[in-house]
């Protein structure tokens, strides 16, 4: 799947970004609703999902997906926030928009979405895939995953660099 990533802060982009693209979908990850704008114009035809925080440096997630949704765009979207208002939660809502609160996991918003069939336009098979893949097997059980962290794993310090090298 084509995803638009919408995160301004480094840390949770680089984050949100390498959690997606680890599970094989391409990312287009941009930190501000202008550079989501110039994404959505030159992709609109690949993008599969939208992802968007609320709070952006130059506008609002919920503006965007709305504006989006008013030209016409049939995308499906989620928003996840840190800070949404009970008012947005309800006018999330009732648009029908997915909205999740921070921390997550963004494999984790992606198999809701799958499993909810908010994102009708990914072929079924390779819905499903994405489905079995994003799924709790999809990642290690906490104790594990603190075990390969401190073990120096291979994966677990390809996933740091990773990190470090996007917001280095």
């Known amino acids: 799947m084509k995803i638009l990533f919408i995160e301004d802060q480094e840390e949770l ?3 949100g970004s390498i ?3 680890d599970l094989g979908h391409e990312v287009f990850s941009v930190f501000s609703v202008w550079e989501a704008r110039d994404i ?5 035809e690949e993008l599969d999902l939208i992802i968007a925080d609320h709070r952006l440096p130059d506008g609002l997630g919920i503006a965007f997906l709305e504006v989006l949704r008013e030209s016409g765009c049939t995308i499906p979207s989620a928003v996840v926030s840190g800070c949404l ?3 947005e939660q309800e006018d999330l809502e009732r ?5 999740f609160l921070k921390p997550v996991l963004y494999g984790d918003v992606l198999a ?10 990914v072929p079924a098979r ?5 489905a079995a893949e994003t799924t709790a097997a999809g990642y290690p059980d906490e104790q594990e995953e603190d075990d390969e962290m401190f073990a120096g794993s291979p994966s677990r310090s390809g ?7 996007m917001v280095g």
């Open 19 to 21: 959690q997606l693209e």
């Open 126 to 130: 390779a819905a499903a895939k994405a």
């Open 85 to 87: 208002t009970l008012d």
């Open 13 to 15: 982009n680089a984050i």
């Open 95 to 99: 648009q029908g928009i997915p909205f």
């Open 159 to 165: 996933f740091l660099s990773r990190i470090f090298r």
């Open 112 to 121: 809701y979405l799958l499993r909810t069939k908010a994102v009708e336009r």
């Open 40 to 44: 959505y114009a030159k992709h609109k």
